[in-house]
């Protein structure tokens, strides 16, 4: 079986390694297309393809419609909003994802940021602390369990609330599980965003639900740019100086935002992943599980029916 290692960004000279070596290990041959310009090269190289790895490209009908013998598709990450679920569907492709592989990549960016904001972004004037602090963390999954680890060094009171993961689940992670998301925010003086963008979480965080934090309270988001209403919360930090939003993922408005000095920050593009280990990891784990479906026919991380 051919294996595509298609990305636009591509990964580590390491990974790529990693990666070949697991393909051709079991029994099924290795092709790499790093760095393309064009959608045309993508569709060509994809046209003899048995199965493809990607990172943030672009997976949709047209490719699909090119990929004529196309079995599995997986992204190496968590997110797989890159990928047209439906299409996948329709043309029988198993689309797949690789959780919890960049997860602590993630949740240690989170405390990156945090602490470059609580003490002023370094601009010499006297900052806070994290310790005593109450974190609220939205969606317990992979990277809001690493959150939740590392906030336990820097001392703070860490809350979660996760619509599909039972309080007691929380709990016994020894993290406080607060009953909506609305508590979180009316409770916590920072919260960290790890909710999927779906169409009950986009633009869900909105004037109505930051509003409800304590003076000085900082919102993260390493999770979607689509589950922020950017306009409302533009308008609500225009009311209060206090609040903070710092992101890895830049705003359509980043200028609007940029007029907040002192109390915004984006990353100039996403890096929560990008570290070696976590690129490494998330390639390597989607090479295991091509392998793995082609000899077994297993489908554990699919995620479109």
């Known amino acids: 079986m051919k294996v595509l290692v298609a990305t636009e960004k591509p990964f580590a000279a ?8 697991e393909i051709e290990a079991a029994g099924n ?20 393809a048995d199965a493809l790895i990607i990172r943030s490209d672009k997976v ?14 997986v992204r190496a990450g968590a997110g797989y909003d890159n990928i047209d679920l439906a299409a996948a569907t329709a043309h029988q492709v198993v689309a797949e994802n690789t959780p919890g592989q960049n997860a602590n990549a993630v949740a ?24 005593g602090k109450k974190l609220g963390i939205l969606a317990f999954g992979n990277v809001g369990r690493n ?68 003076k000085g309270g900082i919102v993260v988001n390493t999770a979607r740019k689509e589950v922020i209403n950017e306009p409302e919360l533009i308008k609500l930090m225009s009311e209060r100086e206090d609040l903070k ?44 599980q091509i392998n793995s479906f082609f000899a077994t026919g297993d489908t554990k991380f699919q995620v479109n029916k």
């Open 147 to 214: 959150v939740a680890r590392i906030a336990s060094g820097f001392g703070m009171e860490v809350y979660a609330y996760d619509a599909y993961c039972p309080a007691d689940v929380i709990e016994k992670a020894g993290v406080h599980a607060a009953g909506s998301p609305a508590e979180l925010f009316r409770t916590c003086d920072v919260v960290s965003l790890h909710i999927p963008a779906t169409a009950e979480t986009k633009e869900s965080i909105n004037y109505a639900m930051v509003g409800q934090m304590k």
């Open 14 to 21: 390491a990974a790529v390694e990693g990666i070949k070596k």
């Open 245 to 288: 939003y710092i992101t890895d993922i830049k705003p359509d408005v980043d200028a609007e935002f940029a007029k907040f000095e002192g109390r915004y920050f984006s990353t100039p593009k996403k890096m929560g992943a990008q570290t070696a280990e976590a690129n490494t990891n998330a390639g390597i784990a989607a090479a295991k």
């Open 60 to 73: 949709d009908a047209e490719v699909f419609d090119a990929a004529k013998q196309l079995k599995i598709v």
């Open 29 to 48: 041959e290795f092709a790499l297309l790093e760095k393309y310009t064009e959608k045309s090269q993508l569709l060509d190289a994809v046209k003899d």
């Open 108 to 131: 240690e960016l989170v405390f990156g940021m945090l602490v470059f904001a609580v003490r002023n972004f370094y601009n010499g004037k006297a900052g806070t602390e994290l310790c």
